[in-house]
Structure formats: C-alpha cells, structure tokens
C-alpha cells in the first residue's frame, strides 16, 4: 500500500551531478532529520553520463522516501524538474539544484510565505535581502540580470531573479500546471511563472542566502542564446504577467 502523500516532495534535477549528488543527498537526509516533517526526495536524472544513477539509486536503495527517476536522454532542467512535477505526490514541492547553492534550510522560510497564504515562493538572489555568499564570475552575473531585463520586458514578470534553482510550490498546482510545461531548457522557470500567474495562483520573490558552486553545467554562450529563443517561444503561447 501507498503511504499517505508526504508534507514536502524535494525534486532534484541532476544532469552529469557524480562529483556532488552524493554529499547533497547526506546534506538534504540530514536536515530532513532536524526538520521532522514527513517528504519524499525525487532525484530526476536528466539522462547523466556519469555516475549519478548509480549514486542516485544506490542512495535511494538504503534510504527510505528516496528515489531515483530517470530521463532516458540529457532533455535539460525544465524537464526534468517537470518529471520530478508530475512523480511528485506531497502538499506541498520543493526543487533545489542538485549544488544546494540555496542551503536546504532556507525552504523553512519559503513555507513561512506559503503559510501566510502564498501558493508559489522564488528563492531571489536579486533583492537587497539575498545575502550572495560566494558570487559568481562577473560575466555570469551580467548575464543573469541581462536576462533579467528582457524578461521583465517581454512578460511583464516583476520579479528580479526568475532563475534561481530553488523554488517551493503546492503540490497539486505544480502538478496541474506541469502538464503545460513545454520548455525543457533552463528558461523553463519563465514560463512556470507565468502559467502559475495565469492560473492565479499567489507568487512571491523572497530574498535567500546562495553560494556559487563553479562547477557549472551552463555554457555561457549557446545557453544564453537557448534561453532568449525560449523565452520568445514562452511570450508567443503564453503572453505576459497579468497580475
Ligand atoms: N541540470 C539538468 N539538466 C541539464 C543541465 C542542468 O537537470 O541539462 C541541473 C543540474 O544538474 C543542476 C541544475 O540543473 O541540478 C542547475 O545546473 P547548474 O548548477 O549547472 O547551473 P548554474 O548553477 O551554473 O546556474
Ligand atoms: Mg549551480
């Protein structure tokens, strides 16, 4: 029998993660503990040619409410995270990027939004609050608020960071809304944003403490030209914020 739906479903999308997915998965079991509510972790491996399977599965064997879901192909983050979206089963869905660039510990103050009566918190690391530990390289960073500024213009969308991997939504919204999903790249949260707004759920940006992890899997260059293709496709079918 199907245990009852856990509180928190944590969805970790993980594309070539071998080197760090095994001291995040010890990290988020850890804090699991210290925070005592019931979750499930839903690693979705975006079809990795190294060893994230076998860390993923092999943790997931000897732990309880792990478990490991595979892309058969590398797809990119939004559909892996979509999978993690439609696999999950709790009230309420975490996904943090396999680096824990946001500490696990910051979704405790993410649920503090959602239970003030938010359905949809974005961890920021572009208000005056966000505390940016380690930084990245300028030119990252530049290409981050770059982004930032065409997305604000195309869609409308106040908030200053869409793209930080750490976002908390409840969980059947997140299920409804994944089947509209369609960009499967890193621009995907733009249009989760924006299908979340469209359906009326209540979005807030919160500022959070994040520390860059160097090993990236962003090209600087063809991702950046992906993610504005993407974010033209997600302004034609899905037209601005309507808050
Ligand atoms: N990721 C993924 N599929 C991909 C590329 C990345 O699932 O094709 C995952 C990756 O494993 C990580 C998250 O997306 O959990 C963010 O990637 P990364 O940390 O490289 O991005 P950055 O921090 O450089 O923006
Ligand atoms: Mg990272």
């Known amino acids: 029998m199907l245990d009852a739906a856990p509180r928190l479903s ?3 999308p993980a594309y070539n993660e071998g080197k760090r997915l095994r001291a995040t998965l010890e ?27 076998a860390i993923a599965g092999e943790f997931a064997s000897n732990h309880e409410h792990f478990a490991l879901h595979r892309l058969s192909r590398n ?42 009566g938010a359905d949809f918190v ?7 609050g966000s505390d940016l530990v380690i930084r990245q390289v300028w030119y990252r960073e530049w290409m981050g608020k770059t982004f930032n500024g065409f997305v604000r213009l195309l869609t409308g969308i106040p908030f200053r960071d869409t793209q930080c991997g750490f976002k908390l939504i409840r969980g059947q919204p997140a299920r409804d809304v994944a089947r509209f999903m369609k960009e499967e790249g890193f621009a995907f949260d733009v249009e989760l944003i924006l299908l979340a707004n469209r359906k009326g759920l209540r ?8 520390s860059n992890d160097d090993a990236s899997r962003v090209n600087p260059v063809t991702d950046s030209l ?18």
């Open 10 to 12: 944590v969805v970790i």
């Open 27 to 53: 990290r988020v079991l850890e804090w699991t503990g210290q925070w005592g509510g019931t979750f499930e972790v839903l690693v979705v491996d975006d079809g990795s040619r190294d060893d994230t399977s």
């Open 75 to 116: 797809r990119g983050k939004g559909a892996a995270v979509r999978e993690g979206f439609v696999r999950s089963r709790g009230e309420f869905v975490l996904f943090s990027d396999a680096d824990l660039s946001t500490p696990i510990e910051e979704y405790e103050r993410l649920q503090e939004i959602v239970d003030g």
């Open 122 to 128: 974005i961890a920021s690391r572009g208000l005056p």
């Open 203 to 210: 979005i807030q940006e919160l500022p959070v403490s994040w």
């Open 226 to 243: 992906r993610m504005l293709a993407s974010l033209a496709r997600i302004v034609a079918r899905t037209g601005r914020y309507r808050d």
